[in-house]
């Protein structure tokens, strides 16, 4: 799991300081895992190995695969499992994936604090604040079941926007109709019996 909780996307440094505990806890309660936490610089980065199926091939989930054939569910886990754990607080512009899992190198120095030494957290080298525990956490059911509850809801907004399409196309259907006498009647003024 990569959860990218970056500074620029706070109002403030109060409410920035206060999502890293927040989604270490999360990672506590939920997976029971001890992950590795860089300071870039500019934000944090949790890197979490877990142990996970492939959710392609359990039963349970066959049926998501059908209603998005495009989607790739492990990859919708792990981007699901980095905006459930920081709170919705993760960068909204960081799309882990397996093809680009890049995290920035400890020691290495983030060219972004150079020109913004302002903004950063402390120096320009990119800082390990927490070592992995070694230990894999193992994917439980209740977070499997949060992201069967995720994948409902991705089909009832799926039907509503359905449903709202085809209402929205009903009523243009029928609003092109014109109708020649309701066109004459409003065009007809009605008098209003006013003593002049």
């Known amino acids: 799991i990569f959860i990218d909780i970056d500074r620029i996307t706070f109002k403030d440094d109060k409410s920035f300081e206060n999502a890293l505990p ?17 300071n870039s610089g500019n934000g944090y980065h949790i890197v979490l190995p877990i142990e996970c199926p492939i959710l392609e091939q359990i039963e ?5 695969k059908e209603k998005f054939p495009n989607l790739n ?14 709170n919705g607080k993760a960068d909204t512009g960081h799309y882990p994936s397996f093809k680009s899992c890049q995290i920035r190198v400890p020691g290495s120095i ?8 302002d903004k950063r957290l402390s120096g320009i080298k990119v800082r390990t604040l927490q070592k992995w525990n070694g230990v894999r956490a193992p994917v439980t059911r209740g977070f499997m079941e949060d992201f069967r509850t995720y994948l409902e809801q991705k089909v009832a907004d799926q039907k509503q926007e359905q449903e709202n399409n085809n209402s929205t196309n ?27």
């Open 22 to 38: 927040k989604t270490l806890k999360n990672i506590k309660e939920k997976l029971n895992g001890h992950p590795t936490v860089n």
């Open 60 to 64: 349970q989930f066959q049926k998501y």
């Open 73 to 86: 569910l492990s990859q919708e886990f792990l981007r699901f499992a980095e905006d459930f754990l920081s």
């Open 110 to 117: 983030n060219n972004k604090c150079l020109n913004n030494r």
């Open 170 to 196: 009903q009523h243009q259907k029928y609003s092109n109709i014109s109708t020649e006498w309701i066109e004459k009647l409003l065009k007809t003024p009605i008098e209003d019996f006013r003593k002049k």
